[in-house]
């Protein structure tokens, strides 16, 4: 993903945010960095096929403050964004009715200057959308409706043939963008619930990495190279000496998390301070692969080859200085090796620009 859209969401009106492989939004209170990651999970989360209620539970809430609707008393928001990949630079926008009733009214898919997919509402009163898609050959364009509650750039490889060159270029197209949106994984660790012991399940990580202990077996195991430049992670932002990280079963078969501090004993992850919680789930994110995360990535694409996104608001909350600093100099140097890349936002950029390899885009400027 190389550029995210605001064209009326929220706060924000006709803004183009570049995103780098590390990029912070930086800003006051109010600048609207929370709402621009909002809008990059929507379009996550529509990428993997959602619901658009289920994307926005709260249409009003991402509608322009100020946003009169037309004759019809329809008002809405429009986002969009930009994924670079072996067809080059595909742009996707979108445009979304909040009322009088959700549903998505508008679409365009294209690359080149050639568009590949779009979409309007033509009926108010039939739950479709009216599609054109490029197909080439005789006949230049297909049309055909489709449902107005899901992103049409996602249902199109049910509906594509691939028979014509245009068609695959459509599908070519359609594949690029879903693939850079469903792999992002949206992270808010929540240290208040990290610390305590957890029963064995899938050893995928949760968003809000309460499972953290369930996860560290499986990580310890599968990576021994990736699991120690965790340790060596958490030795540098920890207080006090951290020589490894486990999971340690209990006989009610839960499992919690232990720091082995060196000297044969143990600190459970629960004395650990907020700070260093977030620190360490965050660090672990980075360095893990989208096999362990709790995300559903596109299969056509094998995981080595997928550049996972973490998408986190308040990346810095917590962190002291040198928490912080280390865990953006972690985010570049594993973005280098093509492993992931990483989208969060900050309230002070001065540390963050310091940082070589990290996009400081300032919102509310």
């Known amino acids: 993903m190389t550029e995210l859209r605001l064209a009326a969401f929220a706060g924000h009106r006709r ?48 509608v322009p403050e100020r946003a009169r609707p037309d004759a019809q008393r329809r008002r809405g928001f429009r986002i969009g964004c930009t994924a670079d990949g072996p067809e080059g630079p595909v742009r996707l926008d979108v445009a979304v009715q909040a009322e009088p009733e959700l549903r998505i009214v508008g679409e365009r ?36 409706p489709l449902p107005d509650d899901r992103l049409g750039t996602a249902l199109l490889p049910l509906r594509v043939a691939g028979k014509t060159d245009g068609q695959r270029q459509v599908l070519a197209a359609a594949e690029q963008m879903v693939v850079a949106l469903r792999s992002v994984f949206v992270c808010d660790p929540q240290p208040e619930w990290m610390g305590a012991p957890v029963p064995l399940g899938s050893g995928r990580l949760l968003g809000g990495c309460d499972n953290l202990a369930d996860v560290l077996g499986r990580t310890r195991e599968e990576c021994a190279r990736r699991h120690g430049q965790l340790v060596a992670a958490l030795d540098a932002g920890c207080a006090g000496q951290v020589v490894d990280l486990r999971a340690e079963p209990l006989p009610d078969g839960t499992v919690r998390a232990l720091l082995d501090r060196g000297d044969g004993t143990g600190t459970e992850l629960a004395r650990l301070g907020y700070g260093e919680l977030r620190y360490v789930a965050l660090a672990l994110v980075l360095l893990t692969g989208p096999g362990v995360l709790d995300l559903d990535t596109a299969g056509e694409v094998p995981s080595a080859m997928q550049a996972l996104t973490l998408l986190c608001d308040n990346l810095d909350r917590g962190l002291d200085p040198r928490q912080r600093t280390g865990l953006l100099r972690l985010a570049v140097r594993m973005a280098d090796r093509g492993h992931i890349r990483c989208v969060g936002t900050v309230s002070d ?17």
């Open 349 to 365: 950029p001065s540390w963050a620009a310091r940082t070589h390899g990290v996009t400081v885009v300032h919102l509310g400027t």
């Open 15 to 62: 803004v183009r945010l570049p995103l780098g492989a590390v990029t912070v939004f930086a800003g006051d209170s109010g600048s609207g960095k929370t709402s621009a990651v909002r809008a990059y999970e929507a379009l996550a989360r529509l990428g993997g096929g959602a619901r658009v209620a289920d994307v926005f539970p709260d249409p009003l809430s991402c």
């Open 109 to 144: 898919l294209s690359a080149d200057g050639l568009v590949l997919l779009e979409t309007a509402l033509r009926d108010p009163g039939r739950r479709t959308v009216q599609a054109a898609w490029h197909t080439g050959g005789s006949a230049p364009v297909t049309r055909a």
